[in-house]
T-cell receptor
């Protein structure tokens, strides 16, 4: 399984972009990178995932390096409601119908006014 | 996006009671459901994986006779904490996935279990 490494915490100014790095140097060619976040006392929320190409949705952008050993999640205009723990995960395939997510420590993002 | 409903959101009960937590996928067929536990200030820990119509696969150290999992349909999985004790107090969270393995799992809002 591909282990991920994230900084433990990060502060961000409201209205500015938040760039969250993740290292996954042992990722294999067919493994995706997923990002989730957990706001206090709630279940994790899916943000975005990608394989090789950069991805963008209504929540965030995901930039994956060409060698796929690292990625960056970008929250374009952080709001106070984006304060959460952000997890970068490379799942383990357990069955044909599902992948196992291993949650590490994540990055605790605090958006400040 | 996909919706996973978890019920109840909070339970407080006496030691020795058995507690059932339901996890429902509301708008998709969840061929696989996962159950996690999260203690204060810690990350989520996977307890077990269940596939519809088959026995759950438990992670190392998780007692299958204490944490009973049933996944009888493509939209419902239940976790029963049997004879709960104070050390079982935790935040229990389910997630649901589809047969399309690269589609993301979606999580319920969790159940906070407090055993007195």
């Amino acid at each position: 399984d591909a282990k991920t490494t994230q900084p433990p915490s990060m502060d961000c100014a409201e209205g500015r972009a938040a760039n969250l790095p993740c290292n996954h140097s042992t990722i294999s060619g067919n493994e995706y990178v997923y990002w989730y976040r957990q706001i206090h006392s709630q279940g994790p929320q899916y943000i975005i995932h990608g394989l090789k190409n950069n991805e963008t949705n209504e929540m965030a952008s995901l930039i994956i390096t060409e060698d796929r050993k690292s990625s960056t999640l970008i929250l374009p205009h952080a709001t106070l409601r984006d304060t959460a723990v952000y997890y970068c995960i490379v799942p383990i395939r357990v069955t044909a119908a599902g992948n196992k997510l291993t949650f590490g420590g994540g990055t605790r993002v605090l958006v400040k006014p | 996006g996909a919706v996973v409903s978890q019920h109840p959101s909070r339970v407080i009960c006496k030691s020795g009671t058995s507690v059932k937590i339901e996890c429902r996928s509301l708008d998709f067929q969840a061929t696989t459901m996962f159950w996690y536990r999260q203690f204060p200030k810690q990350s989520l820990m996977l307890m077990a994986t269940s596939n519809e119509g088959s026995k759950a696969t438990y992670e190392q150290g998780v007692e299958k006779d204490k944490f009973l999992i049933n996944h009888a349909s493509l939209t419902l999985s239940t976790l029963t904490v049997t004879s709960a004790h104070p050390e079982d107090s935790s935040f229990y969270i389910c997630s649901a996935g589809t047969a399309y393995s690269n589609q993301p799992q979606h999580f319920g809002d969790g159940t906070r279990l407090s055993i007195l």
